[in-house]
């Protein structure tokens, strides 16, 4: 696999996306992109409005199948499985966090953040107990029984991205998960997606547009065009 990155994070390749090809009626989103996500990393991936950041994600994430290529997880492949093995595997295996938190208007913080816990099967009272502790991990004592409509967007946010690590997935995807916020609560808050994805281990992939996010990476890699135009270690 040609992968035009120079790599030094420990970690083996558990999620490996190789020769992707998506295409849009006669738009060609991925002409070709080939990429392993190791674990325990942190990937960003960058690149212009519009040159397959998103796509890449989706299909990585098993949300879109691709046209070409293979996605595998621990050597399995993932994109021939039907909707409902890929949906059960985006459950248990995967964590995300969108631009928007996507929070749930009429669920308070701990409720929204217990969710993935009760469609794994946990109990109420566990799930509400995990939910409570991830909250706290991510600086939200005492907000655990606000509606998403009672918190700041950063606070929004960060019980998102509780959400999506309570479940203790192998990766978070994040697209452009700061894009709404201001610069500061932006920093704080890819700061604290970070630590509490170290803490579990959980790999990081994240769209952004934010040059400063992307320098907290191991790895960025560039789009353009659907293709992997290069990559840059930094950190
Ligand atoms: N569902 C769709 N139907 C048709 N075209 C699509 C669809 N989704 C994406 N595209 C097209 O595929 C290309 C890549 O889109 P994608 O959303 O991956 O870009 P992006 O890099 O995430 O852009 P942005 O930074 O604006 O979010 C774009 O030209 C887009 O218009
Ligand atoms: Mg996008």
New binding site residues.
């Given amino acids: 696999m040609s992968v035009p990155i120079v790599d030094r994070q420990p970690g083996d390749p558990f999620l490996v996306g190789r020769g992707l090809v ?1 295409n ?2 006669s ?1 060609r ?1 991925l002409a070709g992109v080939d990429l392993a996500v190791r674990a325990g990393e942190v990937l960003a991936i960058v ?12 299909v990585l994430a098993g949300i879109v199948r691709p046209d070409g290529g293979e996605v595998l997880l621990d050597g399995h492949r993932i994109d021939q499985l039907g909707e409902a093995r890929r949906s059960a595997l985006r459950r248990q295996e995967f964590g995300f966090v969108f631009q928007q938190g996507l929070l749930i208007g009429e669920l308070t913080a701990a409720e929204n953040t217990a969710l993935p816990l009760l469609l794994a099967g946990a109990d109420r009272a566990r799930a509400m107990a995990g939910a409570r502790e991830w909250l706290a991990k991510l600086g939200l004592n005492g907000l655990e029984e606000r509606l998403p409509g009672e918190l700041s967007g950063g606070q929004a946010q960060r019980v998102a991205i509780a959400r999506a690590l309570a479940h203790q997935p192998k990766v978070i995807f994040a ?2 998960p700061t894009g709404a916020l201001d610069t500061r609560t932006s920093a704080e808050t890819t700061d604290a997606l970070f630590a509490a994805a170290a803490q579990t281990g959980a790999a990081v992939v994240i ?1 952004t ?1 934010d040059r400063e996010l992307a320098a907290k990476a191991g790895r960025v890699v560039e ?1 353009r065009d ?1 293709h992997i135009a290069g990559g840059v270690l930094v950190g």
């Avoid at 690149?47 to 989706?58: C, I």
């Fill in positions: 998506k849009y009626g738009h989103a690149g212009p409005s519009g040159s397959g950041k998103t796509t890449l994600l989706h697209d452009e769209v547009h789009i659907g």
